[in-house]
């Protein structure tokens, strides 16, 4: 009878169906509901185009999306995992600046590297310009330069825009790791490349596999940077299937094949990782000490973390400042401030009702805890891995049916067609920023949670707190910190967001990104450089908060 009421008593509780519960159903099913609305429509299109997808574009696109994936995997884990190791190991010059500096490039959107690299290396650039002047050449049939629109190159900017995701996840491991086993490798003769290869490589592969993982997931996301270069991917096909073909069905088949491509992706993060479990010994543990660099190679070691920041940060930072000084008027342009000002107000709301609603279903699924609501965090975690342009065609399906029934009910008792008040409205678009990052404002608010004594809320609660009375007074105020940081990531990848907000916008409507876009693919670089300016300063003030909360863990470690 013992073990009877001892496995009742180990059992989740029943789902019950009160107003905490129906508010955590609903946000996962809005979140889900655009991955649900693209596996319908594939595999229930009005015209099948499948058949000749795979006989015609399909192949190409999936080939070329897999050799950018390779080359952009291959990069952003040498220079990501190199210039942790240099940072969190040695001492040189410049080192302590450049441990902070290596994250800015993720301020900077991938598509404005690809303009300013272009504009940079391009016929009537700066370089070329030099070399015709330099040593007398007059055309391009005079001397050999590489091809500028190409997939090396977009794999060479989208690698300098993504590696601080490998970089910030292995320089935590890195600092993570016991200085007591390097200083054993080294006793047993262990040399510089020894110690990366046999402890700190090993150790910190899980990390580095995360962090690749998380830069090829932006890289199938990419829409601007590929497009500038000319190079069809998957992404680019569900534009030109959807946008120039017309045909919703063969989009949602493209990005199917998208979704398979991310769900292999992460198996494959997880199986390498090979059932392996690192952890630390504890906080007395010695942690590793950085050893100085003598002679020339300390230059090379700042040589060599500089390459990664002057690709990602300092040439576009320097393109733009430089198209905008030559065109100061631009910053008065008719539609700067009102494309600034959507962004604010789009991005903001989009930002709040995020976080809000991340901590509602967080919470809710701490509280309850029945094993309907476990499911719920992981799956809603989803839509961060989904592309923007996949996202935004799965959420045209439901806003347009219930937009039909809106109208139609409408119609029905006033005798008025209002036409469709949801799709195509800055709504929609605020919609799918909160499903695209909702993963990221729901890890943050998890980590929050659970940071907080479980004494604290069983306290309230015995003193005749409700559960709200609980958040509001117990855990919205201990996690204040972690719930500003969260907003502000949101809102910057808001404002960067571009494929979604291409095609969910509405007519005329323009955001500082789809100003860029629009003016850079026109060739109208001088004009586009105030948005994106503006673009990389947000981002900037997001990289310096996130740089100063790893100093003061380091410290705190």
């Known amino acids: 009878m013992s073990d009877r009421f001892t496995q009742l008593a180990r059992r989740p509780p029943r789902l019950r169906l009160d107003a905490w519960t129906l508010g955590a159903l609903a946000i996962a099913a809005v979140v889900l509901a655009p991955i649900v609305s693209i596996a319908w429509l594939a595999f229930t299109p009005?015209?099948?185009?499948?058949?000749?997808?795979?006989?015609?574009?399909?192949?190409?696109?999936?080939?070329?999306?897999?050799?950018l994936m390779a080359g952009v995997a291959v990069l952003t884990s040498t220079m990501g995992t190199g210039a942790a190791w240099l940072v969190s190991q040695y001492r040189f010059p410049g080192r302590d600046w450049l441990a902070h500096a290596l994250l800015f490039p993720l301020a900077i959107p991938a598509y404005v590297g690809a303009y300013a690299l272009v504009d940079f290396l391009d016929y009537a650039g700066p370089v070329q310009s030099a070399l015709r002047a330099t040593f007398g050449w007059t055309t391009a049939r005079d001397y050999w330069f590489p091809e500028t629109r190409s997939l090396p190159m977009a794999i060479l900017v989208l690698s300098f825009a993504l590696y601080p995701y490998v970089y910030l996840l292995a320089r935590a491991a890195y600092r993570e790791q016991s200085g007591r086993a390097y200083e054993v490798a080294q006793a047993l003769g262990c040399g510089p490349w020894g110690l990366f290869l046999r402890i700190g490589w090993p150790l910190a592969r899980p990390a580095i596999a995360a962090g690749v993982a998380l830069a090829l997931m932006e890289t199938v996301a990419d829409y601007g940077t590929v497009l500038h270069f000319g190079v069809q991917t998957l992404t680019t096909g569900i534009f030109s299937t959807w946008l120039n073909g017309g045909n919703a069905g063969g989009a949602a088949q493209i990005a199917g094949v998208i979704l398979v491509l991310i769900l292999l992706l992460v198996g494959l993060e997880r199986a390498g990782r090979g059932g392996a479990r690192f952890h630390r010994l504890g906080r007395a543990a010695q942690p590793v000490q950085p050893q100085p660099i003598a002679g020339r190679k300390r230059w090379y070691a700042t040589l060599l973390c500089l390459i990664p920041v002057s690709g990602g940060f300092i040439l576009p930072v320097a393109v733009m400042l430089v198209n905008s000084a030559a065109a100061p008027e631009s910053w008065l342009a008719p539609g700067l401030f009102d494309a600034l000002l959507n962004t604010l107000i789009v991005g903001g709301l989009a930002a709040l009702a995020t976080v809000g609603a991340a901590i509602f279903l967080v919470y809710a699924v701490r509280m309850k805890g029945s094993r309907v609501a476990q499911w719920l965090l992981p799956l809603t975690l989803i839509g961060y891995a989904a592309p923007g342009a996949v996202l935004a065609l799965g959420l045209l399906l439901p806003l347009a049916a219930l937009d039909n029934r809106l109208a139609n009910a409408i119609l029905a008792l006033t005798g008025w067609d209002p036409g469709l008040m949801i799709t195509g409205t800055a709504f929609a678009l605020g919609l799918a920023y909160m499903v695209r990052f909702f993963g990221i404002a729901q890890g943050a608010v998890d980590v929050a949670f659970g940071r907080v004594s479980p004494a604290l809320p069983m306290a309230a609660r015995s003193l005749g707190r409700s559960a709200g009375g609980t958040l509001t007074s117990v855990y919205l105020p201990l996690m204040r910190g972690s719930v500003l940081t969260a907003l502000l990531v949101v809102f910057v990848d808001c404002?960067?967001?571009?494929?979604?907000?291409?095609?969910?916008?509405?007519f005329n409507y323009n955001t500082l990104s789809t100003r860029v876009f629009e003016l850079a693919s026109l060739e109208r670089l001088s004009e586009a450089a105030p948005a994106a300016l503006l673009v990389m300063a947000v981002g900037l003030v997001a990289v310096i908060l996130l740089a100063r909360d790893q100093r003061d863990r380091a410290a705190a470690d």
């Open 46 to 67: 009005t015209e099948n185009i499948w058949p000749h997808l795979m006989a015609t574009v399909l192949p190409r696109y999936l080939g070329t999306t897999l050799l």
């Open 495 to 506: 404002v960067k967001e571009l494929p979604a907000t291409l095609l969910l916008r509405p």
